[in-house]
């Protein structure tokens, strides 16, 4: 089944403490991004990729980042989160040809 | 920045038709899309229109008029399934500017 996938679905953590948010497209698609969505504004891009090793900032990159080793994965990495970066993020990806953002089923982070 | 505008919230009854708007303040985007999202759920792709005119896709239809900084969905048939919030977004597949969304709850 064509998808994108995220881990871990639900995660509450403490300040400070690193995590990483994995993201996974089985399309072979050349675009991937990450958003987050908070109540009153909407989605946000943070990050996107072209293709593998070609990344780059989106609208709020501040506290986050990416790689793009493999075509199909794209992490979203917090290296000291803090609590204003609770929120709903999403992963999608896009082909090269395509219009559609295919979106993952979302992460709930919660800093505390 | 894209300044994109919808009304936050809007109610209709099943069977009938509601047409969401979008107006927005730029210029510089390769087209703009229309998603659907349900509560807790990831937004799904409804729609996208480089030109201008009406593209009909079943149920929905959206619409683009670029001199007026004006974009519609339109939605007939209403059915219950069809309470959701619908996004506004412009710019390329890679790279997405979304408005805040609209909230539509539909009433039997």
């Known amino acids: 089944e064509a998808q994108v996938t995220q881990n871990p679905r639900y995660l509450i953590t403490v300040t400070g403490k690193k995590l990483t948010v994995t993201c996974s497209q089985n399309?072979?698609?050349?675009?991937m991004s990450w958003y987050r969505q908070d109540p009153g504004l909407g989605l946000r891009q943070i990050y996107y990729?072209?293709?593998?090793?070609?990344?780059d900032k989106g609208d709020v990159p501040e506290g986050y980042k990416v790689s793009r080793k493999e075509k199909r994965n794209f992490p979203l990495i917090l290296e000291s989160p803090s609590p204003n970066q609770t929120s709903l993020y999403f992963c999608?990806?896009?082909?090269?040809?395509?219009?559609?953002?295919?979106f993952g089923p979302g992460t709930r982070l919660t800093v505390l | 920045g894209q300044n994109i505008d919808q009304p936050t919230e809007m109610t209709a009854t099943e069977g009938a038709i509601v047409q969401i708007n979008c107006t927005y303040q730029?210029?510089?985007?390769?087209?703009l899309f229309w998603y659907q999202q349900h509560a807790g759920e990831a937004p799904t792709f409804l729609s996208y229109?480089?030109?201008?005119g009406l593209e009909e896709k079943g149920r929905f239809s959206s619409f683009l008029s670029r001199s007026k900084g004006y974009s519609y969905l339109l939605l007939k048939e209403l059915q219950m399934k069809d309470s959701a919030s619908y996004l506004c977004?412009?710019?390329?597949?890679?790279?997405?500017?979304f408005g805040t969304g609209t909230r539509l709850q539909v009433f039997p």
């Open positions: 730029t210029s510089g985007f390769n087209g």
């Open positions: 999608a990806s896009t082909p090269l040809t395509g219009n559609e953002q295919f």
């Open positions: 399309m072979n698609h050349e675009y």
């Open positions: 990729s072209m293709n593998v090793e070609v990344t």
């Open positions: 977004a412009l710019g390329n597949p890679d790279k997405l500017i």
């Open positions: 229109n480089v030109l201008d």
